[in-house]
């Protein structure tokens, strides 16, 4: 697991190979956008590239993947595989095991670990690094407009329309680039954060009726079970960002989703953001997960869904 400068990743990068670029599960337009921005940036270098996921991507988000099934890509007859924004080998999901076949990672997050030779920086977003390398190669100019639209959606993505406390001055910068390439921001950022599907209405509705207020109204957990779902109708990608939901209530400093797996019903994915000092990441670190101080994930296996809300309800509590 080496440590890799700017100079040595651009000079891998600069190799032709054929190459698979694996994204983290459940896939966000930052993973997307840094895969399909460093295929660009590969493709220029002469290197062939196909992007998998264990997870489909968001029918919306089609203006990035090119309307590509990454789930069904076969994984077969590559000379090398890299993976971008992927903080553990658990984030590649039904692919975990191949994350000892991977050659190098690109990623920003903190808690990761570094499970092959890797590239970092603790910026906004990994499409942040990606952009930051077409600059050290001086290609910047030279990538087809997609590339623009593929590094700004990771951006915005990341940075919740750059209005989080990760927005800092290199990235109104890196925006201001993309954007004098006439990319069209309004759409991008209308199809990631103000563009609803009918599931995700009713998954607000299942939301807001079942979520619990605790600590005083400082602790927000929404928990949906197999159960919940089917009778609302509702899929994996409608309650993706739940979460959010819970986290705008005022008053609350750390917001919980908790999600039961419809493949597996003791097991129970988690995601929480926190609006205050908290360190969710350190909280979601001792379930074995991780992310960033102010939004991080984990699975937890439960007997029962209230199990699971128990245990989730006494770490987060503990951490406010
Ligand atoms: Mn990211």
Redesign the pocket.
């Known amino acids: 697991m080496k440590k890799l400068t700017i100079d040595q990743i651009a000079q891998r990068i600069k190799t032709p190979k054929k190459t698979l670029i694996l994204c983290?599960k459940n896939p966000?337009p930052?993973?997307l956008g840094?895969a399909y921005a460093l295929a660009h940036v590969l493709n220029y270098y002469g290197s062939e590239t196909a992007v998998l996921c264990a997870d489909e991507a968001n029918t919306k988000l089609s203006f990035i993947t090119n309307g590509e099934k990454i789930k069904e890509t076969n994984a077969s007859g590559y000379e090398r595989i890299v993976a971008v924004?992927v903080a553990s080998p658990s984030q590649l999901g039904a692919h975990e095991e191949m994350a000892d076949k991977v050659d190098f990672t690109i990623?920003?997050?903190e808690m990761n670990t570094r499970f092959s030779d890797y590239y970092e920086d603790f910026c906004a977003?990994?499409?942040q690094i990606i952009y930051d390398i077409s600059v050290y190669l001086g290609i910047f100019d030279k990538l087809p407009k997609h590339f623009y639209e593929c590094v700004y959606a990771?951006i915005s993505?990341?940075t919740g329309c750059f209005k989080y406390s990760n927005s800092t001055p290199s990235v109104y910068v890196c925006a201001s680039r993309l954007v004098e390439k006439g990319i069209d921001i309004a759409e991008i950022n209308r199809i990631i954060f103000d563009s609803k599907t009918m599931g995700e209405i009713r998954a607000a509705k299942v939301t807001y009726e079942n979520m619990k207020l605790l600590c005083d109204g400082r602790l927000a957990v929404i928990m949906i079970t197999d159960d919940m779902k089917r009778k609302a109708s509702l899929t994996n990608d409608d309650i993706g960002d739940i979460v959010n939901l819970v986290r705008q209530i005022e008053g609350v400093s750390i917001a919980v989703s908790i999600k039961q797996s419809d493949k597996d019903l003791s097991k129970f994915t988690i995601s929480s953001r926190s609006n205050a000092e908290a360190d969710v990441s350190e909280i979601c670190a001792r379930l074995g997960g991780g992310g960033h101080k102010k939004a991080s994930g984990a699975s937890l296996v439960a007997g029962t869904p209230s199990e699971a809300l128990d245990t989730v309800i006494k770490l987060f509590s503990e951490a406010l």
């Open positions: 983290h966000d930052d993973t840094s924004d990623d920003h997050h977003a990994c499409a990771g993505g990341d």
